[in-house]
């Protein structure tokens, strides 16, 4: 069974850091791109940032309101993505979720699907 | 950014019932658009991928279709376990964009 579990979530304060972390399982890790999707009462669901996969040059790519302040990143050997969030602003409060885009042969064709499969996410609050 | 204009917010339909949501694209999205369904402290769970491909799982009420910028999602037969908020979702480009979300209540 395919299982994203996010940790890492909690309260911090204008102008301070946090590391979220998505453990995955129940399939190729390493095969897979990673994202976060965060989501506000206010703004509905944000797409934050993906990771590619290694063979396909593990680039990655933020949307503008987080660029330059967060890093994601992965390590295929714990297959686990990383969300590291530095000089945070209230307006990054939210749930923030992984979510995986990766290729699905189950069917007589394959088909690259974008997020088949998200975490429970995990909440922070930026507050002082 | 590729803005998703979906409509309406909120509806409100009986069981047994058709219900239709539409999602517009501000530019060519081909068929690079994905449906949510989220319930209540829930992750959203797809539901429909390529604008009309039917995720593994899901029942056969569900649908979509359209292509390019105009898209629908149907549900026939409500039944009471839909009672959620839908989104759809553009995949052509980075930033991936969602539509505002259409909150679907049972009569």
């Known amino acids: 069974e395919v299982q994203l579990v996010e940790s890492g979530g909690g309260l911090v304060q204008p102008g301070g850091s946090l590391r979220l972390s998505c453990a995955a399982s129940?399939?190729?890790?390493?095969?897979?791109?990673m994202s976060w999707v965060r989501q506000t009462p206010g703004k509905g669901l944000e797409w934050v940032g993906r990771?590619?996969?290694?063979?396909?040059?593990?680039?990655?790519d933020y949307a503008a309101p987080v660029k330059g302040r967060f890093a994601i990143s992965r390590d295929d050997s714990r297959n686990t993505v990383y969300l590291q969030m530095n000089t945070l602003k209230t307006e990054d409060t939210a749930v923030y979720y992984c979510?995986?885009?990766?290729?699905?042969?189950?069917?007589?064709?394959?088909?690259?699907?974008?997020?088949?499969?998200w975490g429970q996410g995990t909440l922070v609050t930026v507050s002082s | 950014d590729i803005q998703m204009t979906q409509s309406p917010s909120s509806l409100s339909a009986s069981v047994g019932d058709r219900v239709t949501i539409t999602c517009q694209a501000s530019?060519?999205?081909?068929?690079?658009l994905n449906w949510y369904q989220q319930k209540p402290g829930k992750a959203p769970k797809l539901l429909i991928f390529?604008?009309?491909i039917l995720e593994t799982g899901v029942p056969s009420r569900f649908s979509g279709s359209g292509s390019v910028t105009d898209f629908t999602f149907t549900i026939s037969n409500l039944q009471p376990e839909d009672i959620a908020t839908y989104y759809c979702?553009?995949?052509?480009?980075?930033?991936?964009?969602f539509g505002q979300g259409t909150k679907l209540e049972i009569k």
């Open positions: 979510a995986r885009e990766a290729r699905d042969c189950s069917r007589s064709t394959c088909y690259w699907i974008t997020y088949d499969k």
């Open positions: 129940g399939f190729t890790f390493s095969d897979a791109w």
């Open positions: 990771i590619k996969s290694k063979i396909d040059d593990g680039t990655t």
């Open positions: 530019q060519d999205i081909t068929n690079y």
């Open positions: 390529d604008a009309s």
């Open positions: 979702q553009q995949c052509d480009e980075i930033p991936y964009t």
